[in-house]
Nanobody, 116 residues
Framework: QVQLVESGGGLVQPGGSLRVSCAAS????????MSWYRQAPGQERELVAG????????KYADSVKGRFTISRDNLKNTVYLQMNSLKLEDTAVYYC?????????WGQGTQVTVSS
């Protein structure tokens, strides 16, 4: 009954913007550290951005700093990733991730393709 459902992925041109969303259910969303990971074919899954329960702590990969912004709405049980100034190398499947103590949950992923 735990679910993390990503949406908002798609095809975007270099320099463009996209916002992906992750809707959570079946657990206490407000207690969890929420993150976005991504994985391109042939590459390891990497942390893109993370945010603590109240936003006191945020973390970004160096490759996306200044371009991506993570946010969350604890009333809607939703975490977002706003992606601006997209580059070809941002192409990947983006995964939603929730963590609290020993509890870890993953979403199914949403494809983001940056191409001309």
């Amino acid at each position: 009954q735990v679910q993390l459902v990503e949406s908002g992925g798609g095809l975007v041109q270099p320099g463009g913007s996209l916002r992906v969303s992750c809707a959570a259910s079946g657990f206490t969303f407000g207690s969890y550290f929420m993150s976005w990971y991504r994985q391109a074919p042939g590459q390891e899954r990497e942390l893109v951005a993370g945010m603590s329960r109240f936003g006191v702590i945020t973390k970004y990969a160096d490759s996306v700093k200044g371009r991506f912004t993570i946010s969350r709405d604890n009333l809607k049980n939703t975490v977002y990733l706003q992606m601006n100034s997209l580059k070809l190398e941002d192409t990947a499947v983006y995964y939603c991730h929730a963590s609290f103590n020993d509890n870890v949950y993953w979403g199914q992923g949403t494809q983001v393709t940056v191409s001309s």
